[in-house]
């Protein structure tokens, strides 16, 4: 009975129950015609959920971290300089990747629970009169604690600063779960994965290029061939793929896009902006903190809840493990043992929602924790009640 | 996103994923070799949940309504009498169908909420010198009121009257939830289905018949042929089936009893117990009562709750499906709009429970029901904590 | 890896991916507005596979052969006569059946391998000149034999003979893989399950019931309560079912009607016609018989074929399935020992049946029969063949 | 029914029924406890079957081309120098990414259908007294031309030339369906994928390294962060993974070991070289060749088969998709156009094997090669009959 309880990290995600089964195929020959409407299909849905026209998508099959490295090698020569903020773990980590293919990497420090300085980044890039700056690399939602930035103030920053460096965003934990512009926000890189905001389990790593990005991938000499977009175009332009890919989960990948694009990207904004209400309701009621500094940061996928100084956050998701199945994130980097999180994105129903609401009550109850049993649900209620339907109801 | 929520009728219930998938086979002949060891695998399993020792069991591809219908044209003929209680919508149903087959009913009239009146019982069996009654019908659980009766009472109460008649019992909502001893308990047949305490979908009828039972069968002259216990028990003796059995539904309770059996019947029995006391508690949070009168009698598998007098508790189930996607239990005949029922037999986490109570709780304050928020949670929460883990846990 | 082969039994017969994956369902409620699609969605499938636009239909939660019990117990008295020819094991058991219901069976006596003698049947009803018969019961295909028979025909018969008993007709093994037309050919009751042409594994079994039929079922007094097509009725009039339904096997149902309709039943007998054709190519290769004696009497959904005088035929399916783990289907009553069977109806490629003919060609040829090695299946290759088709694609 | 067929590619393979189960899992969390034990079965049966004893196994979520960027990139360092032979695609491939990753090739060039000529490279290594050479890059399964090399041979070849080159092998095509040896056969890298042996979908990249290549990994230059073995090999003393694994698809890796383990490795390469021996049958009497030169070149995971001049073989998977719905491979590089592929690696019953020959009979017949239908499968048939059981069993 391990596997009954919804989860509540920030991704994986819970899967729909028709997405399980689009992904279960048995094996089709990826040479053969049936490929083509799947590939095609899961790329035209993945363009439209990016609210990306110009420029070409592509689907890896490996996990997010992936598509970092996809972004990174299609587009820069090693030696190259870019900057980028480090404000939680999964930012940290990008930057650790730039290090390792042998990027410099200018590096602004902000505090975790803030989001990307968008003031600094356009000092620096005016400062940048010479154009060392290859790209400016933007992290969209910060997991680690929960902290949503402004991408496209970033952009009007760059504009404004009059810099030609790329911008290439990390949307893992934002596409599909929060507005996210690629051509409005003139974004040249944009990079998630299929366990976010899609719903399924990892495994594709999905990559859009502008076409600025793309002319840059004609110059750009750090080594690929697992990564390379050159043989990926090559692939899709005969119904393809360079290697072999995961049918299944992109079969799984364009069925997803069907269930966002026909539940409307605005109404699926709306659903998590209204589970993600209710969480932070619960977190208030409880008298603690999001991790995230001030309400326009706050992340509609996850919550990272600062809990009091001296307890140990980290038991949280150990505790609810052990003794009530259920999974929550713990605090990473920096902010280890000072927060815990709940993943509030892709498949969450109001009634899911509270159950993870109500057993994080017991869990830090049990920890010793003082907070009022069934306060955060009460909170939540609040939020998720359809009374306002119930009267109206009533009235006809 | 239809079916992510967890079910809180009282079955079918929720079922656990590796029954779904036992469940899924491709098709096997079912006269090859194969098939052998899935029908004794279910019957050896179904019988050490029954606490069947003696006599046979038989397990008919049909829903439990058909396992009452084995039990009378097997053991019976037309025009003979029997004695019944009337306690709920399940013991009436099964009273209107020996009507049907032509039997003369003697009923017992109880008050909805009460259990089987055992003293009355046993005045009638003793009043009844030239032993006209062949059967007396008890209905273990009464889905309907969420009512327990007192079955070993019962059989003690005919043996204390010297009475020959045969008991035939409908546990489909009782057994593998709570105890049931169908050697001990001096059963002669016992009813139940796939779809309640062994965690599958409706589609088998299980039946197990004491000796005594099955020399009643071999002068029974009921019609049958679906439900013939010979037809099967020649089948079973070649490893084979009367007619086309469901073979992924048999395979699926075959592995429901090794999951029941491998954590314990008392264990299973407790999980129940706690589960069930959650739900009572909030019951009892939000100033309700269950339907059965007295805590004897409440069931560990479903809870029918009353609703204030002047509101209409059918408004329940339907209000909560519509706005929260949530599946719980109305009234049924006599207490049609008085109660609404949530089911917690089979599969169930605390924090699948508490989703339930949570939600019921939205639907009840929409409707206009003066509950407090989160009160029905907390007071669930208190019974499901593991606080006293938590501590130990500290202490070493 | 026991289950990867086709299976080539007369039913359950292979199941879709597609089918396999409606039926697999989370736990659903019953009572809720998601049933009414399901069970409406089913019943309009079914009705227009079975050709009938008048009168009701039916769907219980059993195997197949509870269909037949409900055709005779919603229609007919206790000692009344029917009428019905004896030319198959399965045509054998409803006969039993009816006289375990306490009805008078005329029996015609027919060589297994022969279809029903109209004629005969015509004499009969034409002697019966006080309607003495109040139902003339008709196997459309007997399993048994693979022989279909002349239900149009004995319609007329009926018709001829100024006769007005009921016409109740198995057509368990032949709806959904031959031409059935329930009110064109003025069946009053028409009986099939899940398991064949629906290509659904076993547990639904499915009843039409002719306008007559149902103002029979008025004054019908055999006993019923689960077969009651009144309870049913009103089930459905509430979107309802007057008991627990197989919900995921109704919804695999409806899909299975969808995708039978998409393709077209001309187009489904048509395959089925092509696969059996290869099948009798293979066998009059091996220099074997099908046991239907003339070719009007081949049935498109099941082959017996007849071995030669001092071999045992029952060998076959034995040896198959522990040797190449294959399900064949095995001689049955008075043709035990003389004929196997091959199955054909659902779900099956060309590709599958070419398995199937070259299996039973190496299981042949151990047990010593002497066919050549590859012969059916050239046989059948010619049949199967798209050489038209590749020559038009060339010409083209 | 798009689906039903078996395929004939040589990877990837058709899916066990339980594997495809057990990949199939809701979501759990990759960093609770509940991921250490699926992540060591996996790695643990991994070993087994690669019977790898000594060095590390790494698993990435990726396809298995991503497993040759692992090979190199933990290994050598820009302009190292690496000897390959190029006799076939895949072998070309690799060479092509050795090339783009800025390392000099040293090719051998090869017949396609000829196997890693070991004497040559020998020489080779002989005449390299500087140790120019890094590694040694040997392709044991030439997919494209169903060639298998002597890796064996090789490692001897290595040892008397004294050179201490790293020797990497690609065994995508022929670990866990052909004899392999990590241990024995003296290899330092390893690389094979979940689609083949393993019987899954394509996902996971498989990588075993000896001590000698973990020892050059901590010098080697060439950059890397997704294909990190030292961030796996953290990951994994931590029970946990450096980034998002495919948690059901290790799930289902584990679980394919234990099947082939439980069978047997013996007894799986066994019935790779019987089932592959029935197809080589029917090229011979179809009176074709295979691809591959001499018998001890043939490969038991897939047959490549020369047709004859002048036929274009490309026609072969392009009419069998299109006519029968069945996947053949298509000749690749130099032999395009000039061969077919049969794969018969992983799940493969006899039954399912005839269903391909005889498939391939139709299409070819179709295609207007002058081929006796039923000839090959006929040959097949002699080959997978069980005969020798029958008699055996007639004689007791």
């Known amino acids: 009975m391990n596997m009954q309880n919804p989860v509540f990290i920030p991704g994986p995600t819970n899967i729909p129950e028709s997405l ?22 899961a790329l035209d849905g993945v363009r439209k959920v990016l609210r990306q026209t110009k420029g070409e998508t592509f689907i890896f099959p490996a996990s997010g971290t992936g598509g970092w490295e996809a972004a990174l090698t ?25 290090q390792r293919f042998g990027l410099t990497v200018q590096q602004i420090d902000v505090a975790w629970g803030e989001g990307l300085p968008v003031d600094q980044f356009e000092q620096i890039l005016r400062d940048d009169t010479n154009g060392t700056i290859k790209a400016v ?48 926000w003139g974004i040249d ?48 332009a005969a119904d393809a793929y360079p290697y072999t890919p995961s049918v299944g989960l992109m079969n799984g990948l364009h069925e997803a896009t069907r269930m966002i694009l026909d539940e409307g990207l605005d109404a699926v904004f709306a659903r998590h902006a209204r589970i993600a209400d209710g969480v932070r309701a619960a977190v208030s009621a409880w008298g603690f903190s999001p991790c995230a500094k001030r309400p326009e940061l706050y992340s509609n996928s996850v919550t990272a809840i600062c809990t009091p100084d001296g307890f140990d956050a980290s038991l949280i998701p150990v505790h609810a493990a052990k003794h009530y199945n259920m999974a929550f994130g713990g605090g990473l980097g920096d902010v280890a043992g000072k927060v815990f999180r709940i993943g509030h994105l892709g498949l969450l129903t109001d009634a899911m929602a509270l159950s ?40 006809q």
């Open 137 to 184: 690399l933007a992290t969209h939602n910060e997991t680690a604690t929960g902290v949503v930035s402004d991408v496209p103030g970033l952009r009007k920053a760059m504009d404004r600063a009059g810099h030609s460096a790329l911008l290439l965003v990390d949307g893992v934990s934002s596409i599909g779960s929060m507005p996210f512009e690629f051509d409005e």
């Open 20 to 41: 399980r089964k689009a992904c279960d195929m048995p094996t089709v020959d990826h040479r053969s015609p049936v490929f083509g409407p799947i590939l095609h299909g």
């Open 356 to 395: 993870g609401i109500a057993t994080a009550e017991m869990v830090m109850t049990d920890l010793g924790l003082e907070i009022s049993l069934g306060s955060g649900v009460a909170a939540a209620q609040n939020v998720y009640r359809h009374g306002g339907q119930a009267q109206r109801m009533a009235a």
């Open 189 to 236: 890189v944009a990079v998630t994965g299929s366990q976010k905001g899609f719903m399924l389990s990892a495994g594709l790593a999905i990559v859009g290029f502008s076409e600025k990005a793309i002319a840059a991938s004609k110059a750009a000499t750090l080594p690929r061939t697992f990564w390379s977009i050159d043989d990926m175009r090559a692939g899709y």
């Open 74 to 98: 299609n587009t820069l020569n090693p030696g190259d300089t870019v900057l980028a903020a480090r404000n939680g773990m999964f930012s940290h980590k990008w930057i650790d990747m730039c």
